[in-house]
Structure formats: structure tokens, C-alpha cells
């Protein structure tokens, strides 16, 4: 008797739902490389201005003190802040959509900067030189914990940095996933629109 009523149950309804292909009109996909270009551009700037704050920020305390593995720390973080500054550009920076492209030029070059992003996101650690960046902080701030194991009272000055760098290490990783799969989705829905175009 359960056979005969299959629809009653939600899960099923919804897995036996005929499925309509992704479309997109060519002016919303044409819109959306725009908006995607122009994202692209402001997140540039906005991390080139940053790594080139950082570069000076720590190029100025390594004027400022005497202490040489300190100086070693700073001079690895001041670098790190143009390492990162070149790489935002290099990597982010997107490329030109023109003026009269088409519907297959506009869909190409919008999954092309897509993928772009994502490839980016997938290579973060190496391409904006986190790495670098824990390896400068570490003989910056090793020393002085070290000696602060004498004195308890300085390791409290340094619990607000490890509390905020304990929280923000985990939601790091959450929502750069959380932006892949997104990216990915959007990435197989232009796959798909493109497949739709060729097969027509």
C-alpha cells in the first residue's frame, strides 16, 4: 500500500521535480561581470593599500628599534605588507570587459574571473604570503614571550593578540569554504550555460 501513495512524502516530491537549466539573459550576464570587475577593482585597492600601510607601518618601527631580532621580524613583516600588495594585484586585479562584447565573450570573461577568484582563494597561504607574515610575527614576538614565561603579568598584556588571533584562524578557514563553494556553484552554472549555447 506505501507505493501507491509515493508523493506523500516531502523528500520525494522534491527529488522528482522536474529540473530547468540555469539561464541567465545577456544583459544579466553582461551586469554581472560588471559588478564583477568593479568588486574586483576596489578589493585591489583596497588590499594594496593595506599590505603598503603594513610595509611602511613596520618599516618605520624598524627604524625605531635597536633590538636585531626584532628588526629581523620587522624587515620580514615589512616586506611581507609589498609581497602581499604585488600578489593582491597580480592576482585580483581583473581584466577588461569590452565595451561591445558579446553574450559568449561577456559569459567567458565573467567565468574566467571567477575562476580567477577562486583560484586565488584556493592558494590564499602562498599568493598573500601568510606564511610570511606568522614567520615575521614569530621572531618578533618569540623573544619577548619567551622571557614573559619569568613574568606571568606580561603574558596577560599579550592574551587580547592570541585570543583574537585564536578566533579569527578558524573563521578564516569557515568563510573562505563557505565563499569556494559559492564560487564553485557560480563557476558550474556558467559551465552549464555555456554547454546549453553549444548544444543549441
Sequence with gaps: MPDEFPMND?????????TEAFKMSAEEVRQRAQELQMKSRLATFMWVAIGLF????????????????????????????IYGAYHAYKWIWPGKLPPDATFA????????????????????WRRSGLLVCFLGLAILVGPPLIKGLENPRLLLNAAPFFILLAIWFPLFFIIGRRQMRKLEKEIDELVQIDRDIRNH
Design 105 to 124: 565573450t561577456s559569459l567567458e570573461f565573467y567565468r574566467r574571473e571567477l575562476e580567477r577568484k577562486r583560484d586565488y582563494g584556493r592558494h590564499i
Design 54 to 81: 603594513l610595509a611602511i607601518f613596520f618599516a618605520r618601527m624598524f627604524a625605531q628599534i635597536q633590538d636585531t631580532v626584532a628588526r629581523i621580524g620587522l624587515a620580514i613583516l615589512s616586506l611581507w605588507g
Design 10 to 18: 516531502p523528500k520525494q516530491i522534491w527529488q522528482n521535480q522536474p
